[in-house]
């Protein structure tokens, strides 16, 4: 066998292994774990829906979720990515009913149960919103890995600085992967048909 010829072969095999190195990581859902060895979204936490009723991790186990972290005095991307979900809810049909969209506020000093419940509804009734304590919410959001801070501004007000993308949680509570906001419509659509299989 010549040199060159054995050669074709070593390079097309390492495509062959990195092409399918590739698709595993894409489509096998992927789990994330703590030290502890609980997945990332069934840790535990204690909150308060849009209508002020208290819900806890257990509230959210059954049913595939998908979890964005913001503020309703967000200027952009909190109403553009509640704009996506309900899209993307609409773009489900019937199985839209076979997830759960939760949007938790990063700024519950100024997102009471009033403001969360407007809010949520405005973009889709079907969206639920969670508030609660800066310390249960600080709480939540470390242990699930979401990173928010409070930016002062001129004036003595303030905005808030936090993570963007939307994380997907299995029926079990298990960490699923993310919706990116730059990633076409379509393929956010394909990893929520994933989710709710």
């Known amino acids: 066998m010549s040199s060159l ?15 399918a190195g590739l698709a595993y990581v894409y489509f096998v859902p992927r789990t ?14 204690t909150l308060v829906d849009q209508d002020g009723e ?9 049913k595939p979720s998908a979890w964005f972290y913001g503020f309703t005095q967000c200027p952009d991307v ?5 704009s996506e979900m309900s899209a993307l809810l609409e773009a489900l049909g019937p199985d839209a009913d076979r ?6 506020s990063v700024d519950p000093e100024r997102d009471d149960v009033a ?14 919103g969670l508030t ?10 470390k242990a699930r890995y979401i990173f928010f801070e409070r930016v002062p501004l001129e004036g003595g007000d303030y905005t808030m600085e936090h993570s963007a993308s939307v994380h997907l949680a299995d029926a079990d509570g298990a960490f699923f992967g ?11 659509l394909q990893k929520l048909r994933r989710l709710i299989q």
């Open 5 to 19: 010829r054995l050669l074709r072969i070593v390079l097309w095999s390492l495509v062959v292994v990195a092409g």
């Open 32 to 45: 994330a774990s703590t030290d502890a060895g609980q997945t990332v979204y069934a840790t535990a936490f």
């Open 54 to 62: 208290e819900v806890t991790e257990a509230d959210f186990l059954g």
């Open 78 to 82: 909190c109403p553009t990515t509640l």
């Open 99 to 104: 997830l759960q969209v939760v949007f938790v």
């Open 115 to 128: 403001t969360m419940k407007d809010y949520v509804d405005y973009f889709d009734d079907r969206i639920v």
């Open 132 to 141: 609660g304590t800066v310390a249960d919410v600080s709480s939540m959001a």
């Open 178 to 188: 993310t919706l990116d906001g730059e990633e076409p419509f379509e393929t956010r």
